[in-house]
């Protein structure tokens, strides 16, 4: 049975403790009328004369006094059946219209929690977390409970916009700042490994170098692209996932030369921002092909309309991944064991920023155990 609303509980009480009132007060007046109703005709049985009721004279009297009590019962049954009935009739008619009135101004008295509930479900029904943080309830009224309540949930999400605010500029100010030596230090190397008296210690130093240059710039180009999914989309295009998993396998399949690529591409119509859609459909693929099997390994990727919307799906062998271990792993600078990321394979940014894309574009970015090793990862957007 489902639950009742608030409303509706409130509605009942009111009516209910109405109803009750009612019964009582009816009753009160039942017996208050029985005991002091007057005697009809102004006669009471005790002012008749009482006789011998043997004489003709007293059998008179004593049938005069049957009729009277008779009429008096009568009386009194009917004056207090009418007023059961007429007074009953009369507390449904004012009980139906005090629950009515009742459930009117339940539903006005409610009518801020509705406005912030309102408000927090949009806030919790955002694609990603921090956005939607800018509305405020601005409750309006007298200054009670629920206007206390109304502030102080917009104080709280003052507080939290300007958190995640600072959050996402701080990234993105760190990573653009962080570019600039990079760059300078790629070109000082690749000046100095270049230059014709270059010996090959310099020259093995150098490439050390640029590799561990390279590595740098990768992950700031990750944090740039997590930071800019985090915001919220200003213009969609259309875009087929079908065309993007065509061309984005074509890069990354020369990466492990040892693993099978099969590709299923349906159309898989959908609208969003081109590049953000490569980089998730590239990061899927990489990191399929990644961690994968050295030998014997593959990866399958497949695209298509599921329940009418598109969907991407990519599916590859490699190590077991216990279940409560696949969520781990969509937290940026995770991997498989919940060990933070250190060595030369990845960052652990490509799957927090398969998520964050698809939470930017409405969707949603899913994965599960396969059986006997690898993951199947499952990204769903809306239609076009």
Request: overall charge neutral.
């Amino acid at each position: 049975m489902k639950r009742l609303t608030i409303r509706a509980r409130l509605t009942l009480i009111y009516g209910g403790l109405f109803l009750l009132a009612g019964v009582v007060l009816l009753a009160v007046t039942y017996v208050l009328v029985d005991q002091r109703m007057p005697q009809p005709f102004g006669v009471s049985l005790r002012d008749l004369p009482r006789t011998t009721p043997t004489t003709p004279s007293g059998q008179n009297l004593d049938n005069l006094r049957a009729l009277v009590q008779e009429v008096q019962d009568e009386a009194k049954r009917n004056a207090l059946e009418s007023l059961l009935t007429q007074g009953g009739i009369a507390l449904i008619v004012v009980s139906t219209v005090a629950i009515a009135f009742g459930w009117l101004l339940a539903g006005r008295a409610l009518q801020p929690l509705h406005q912030i509930t309102g408000t927090a479900r949009r806030i919790a029904g955002a694609d990603t977390a921090g956005r939607g943080l800018h509305e405020r309830i601005a409750l309006t009224g007298p200054p009670d409970e629920v206007r206390e309540l109304a502030d102080t949930f917009d104080e709280m999400l003052e507080r939290l916009d300007r958190s995640f605010d600072g959050q996402r500029r701080f990234v993105a100010n760190a990573s653009h700042e962080l570019r600039t030596p990079l760059a300078l230090n790629r070109a000082l190397v690749e000046l100095a490994v270049t230059r014709p008296d270059a010996s090959a210690e310099t020259r093995r130093l150098g490439e050390s170098l640029l590799a561990v240059n390279e590595r740098h710039e990768r992950l700031i180009d990750g944090l740039l692209t997590l930071a800019d999914s985090e915001n919220e989309l200003t213009e969609r295009t259309p875009v087929d996932l079908a065309e993007v998993c065509a061309h984005t396998t074509d890069q990354a399949g020369g990466q492990a030369p040892g693993v099978r690529v099969r590709r299923v591409l349906a159309p898989a119509p959908t609208s969003g921002d081109p590049v953000l859609l490569e980089r998730l459909t590239f990061n899927l693929v990489e990191n399929a092909l990644r961690h994968n099997l050295p030998a014997d390994g593959w990866v399958e990727v497949r695209t298509g309309l599921v329940g009418g919307r598109p969907t991407l799906t990519v599916t590859n062998t490699g190590p077991v991944v216990p279940g409560y271990d696949v969520e781990t792993m969509f937290q940026p600078f995770r991997r498989l064991s919940r060990e933070r990321v250190v060595g030369a394979r990845g960052f652990g940014l490509g799957l927090s920023i398969v998520r964050a894309v698809a939470r930017a574009h409405g969707g949603i970015a899913e994965a599960q155990p396969r059986p006997g090793g690898g993951l199947v990862v499952t990204v769903t957007l809306p239609p076009a």
